[in-house]
Structure formats: structure tokens, C-alpha cells
């Protein structure tokens, strides 16, 4: 059935499906939840940081929230490594832009960047996808406060509140419900997506 | 080698296309670096308002003498691949580690090279001065006392090299540096039309313009 479709990336199975990235997918729901929620002043986001040992040494800096350039940000959920690859492509893309042209890279200009990056690895070269999803946040003059999700099939959408990671399915009815209700209030819902 | 010839105007290097000078020096537990800002095309003089000195971040400077373009062109390339290091290793870049990039990214166009000749200048973790000079293709000269690049570099080192003082407190420093750009650059027709001095201590950096001669 579905078993001689699988083990390719490049191939579409007869129902239409690439199942190694939905498998990438899959792989997501086991990492930690990370939420973002838009308001009127800016962009919060918060992760759930899975602490696997106590024995592990304290990290120098964050597995979940990377800095990408002056005016953008993202969490991760998924496999780290391959995370890092794709957050110094999002590096590069937006230092070169910004030496290009002086200016600060548009928001989902960064976004489709990556995002083109990861497509690629669903049509050419049999390699696998990356098992990362993402949460861009970041700001600029055309369009204000933004904040993107994006999978391992190399799809983003904008969104005003989303869940990634583990449980995400509560954390998006939650947010469904409670979002819009008092804009400011991100703490608090923060709270709640938390649990 | 690298000679332009403009209709009306004799051979010139093009290094000296455009006019500049600088000159870093180290003091007690401060670093001055001081700039020309004259452009020019040759004889005539285009800006007055040209700096050559650019701050890294708050304890690393970095003058660009030479061809204009280039420098501008280096400014940025520099702020890329600085702001490049600090997202990735999340500290700042020291001036040595800054001024070995610079001498790198020049040696790659080792044979068609940026026509600049830079100064790095900046405080180390110790607050301890930093210098440090190089040529077209990067290669570094390392001292404590002062470097200079430009077209005044004759009457500059002839400057430094007699007021120079070890140890000179931030206020004197300043003195210094100023009394020796001004003279050098008066002596040369491609610098000058207004100078910037920044003094750089654990502190702060104290950035002042200088009146000088406007010819």
C-alpha cells in the first residue's frame, strides 16, 4: 500500500501524498510546543524547552529562539541540527540582502527564502526533508508586526496566533477561542497555550 | 601598475584618486583614530563631508584610505560579515580578531584586489590599545604606538614620529592626533577640507571635528 511510496522523497504516492515530509511532520509533534500570538505592538513567542538530563551541560545559548537579523526572530521545533543548518541560510540570505541593497530584508521575503531552501529537498536530490517547523516573527515597514509558520514541505502561512510541537492541535482551538478577546493580554494566553 | 589617466591630468596611482588620511595611535589605556574628510576626482575637490572612519561597534574602529568605492564597498562587506560573527558566536568581534578578518577578506582578491589600504584600531578585553595596519592585499602590521595610511603618509609617520609619547592620557592623545593629521594634511593637496577625531577609552568614545585649513 502506502510502504513502496516512502521511502522516496521525490515521489508522490497515488493518493497525491509526499510521505516522507508528512513523516517530517510527524517527527514535529514529538518536539517542544513552541506558541506565537500577534499584537497590536509586536510579536510574543514562547517554548516549551525539553530538558532531557540533568546531566547535560547548561546551553550557552537557546535551542529554541534564534536571532536572524536585526528586526527578525524565530523558534524552532524539530530536529535541532537540521534547524541550524537552515537558520544560518536565513542569516546569510538576510546579511546579503541587506548588503545588496542597504536596506532591511522584508519579513516574508526571509521567510520564503528558507522555506524555498526547504522545498528543494522535496523534489530533487533524494535527500530527506528537514524536520524542522518554524515561527518567524519580525518586523518591517511595509507590513508591521508579522508573524509565519512553516513546515517541512517548504510551506509558510501568516497567521495571527499558532502552535507548533507537541499538542498542537489543543493549542490551536485554544487560541481559536481566546484570541482577539483582549489583544494585549499575551501572558496570559501564553499561559494557558502552555498548559 | 594601476594608473588612471584622465583628459588634462598627469599619471596618477589609484590609490590617490581620491585623497585621504588617517592616522590611529595608542595611548594609556585609550586608542585615537582620526580621518580626513575631503573627496576628490583628482585635483578637484567633490565632498568635504567624506569619513573614512567607521565604528565596528563600541570598542573596534576601522579606517579606509584609498579608492572611494572600494571603500565604501569594504564598509559594507565588513558590517556584513560582522554582523554575520556576532549572530553566530552571540559576542562581539575584538579588534584583532576583527582586523585578521579584514586582512583575510583582502587576500582573497589577491589579484584583483580592493584598492584601500586600512587602519583597525580598538580596545582589547583588557582595555589595552589596539593597532594595527596592512596594505592592499592585508598584509597586518602589528604596533603599539601609531599607524597611518593615505595620501599624506610621508608627512604623517614625519608627525607622529616626533610628537608621539607613550602613555599619553584620552585629552592629550587628542591633542596629539589632531596637531599631527592637521600639519600632515595641510602639507597635501589630495587631503584635508575638514578632519574627524574619535578617542576610544573603556568609558566611551569622544568623536570631535576639527576646523582646519579649506583648501
Redesign the interface.
Known sequence: MARRYDSSTTTFSPEGRLHQVEYAIEAINNAGTCVGILAKDGVVMASEKKVTSSLLAPA??SEKTY???QHAACNVAGLTADANILI?QA??RA??Y??QY?EAIPVEQLVEHVCNYKQAYTQYGGLRPFGVAFLFAGYDTHYGFQLYQSDPSGNYSGWKATVIGANNQAGKSFLKNEYGAKKEDEDEKMKGCEE | KYQVQISEARKMSILEYNGAAIIAMGGKDCVGIACDTRLGAQAQTVSCDFRKVFKMNDRTFVGLAGLATDVLTMN??L??RQ??YE??E?RQLTPKVFSNLLSNLLYEKRFGPYFIEPVVAGLDENNKPFLSGMDLIGAPVYTDDFVVSGTATANMYGMCETLYKKDMEPEELFETLSQALLASVDRDALSGWGAVVHIVTKDGVISRELKGRRD
Open positions: 550557552k545559548s536571532k536572524l537579523c544560518d542569516r546569510l546579511g546579503r541587506a548588503y542597504c | 559594507n562587506l558590517k556584513f554582523n554575520l549572530l553566530r552571540e
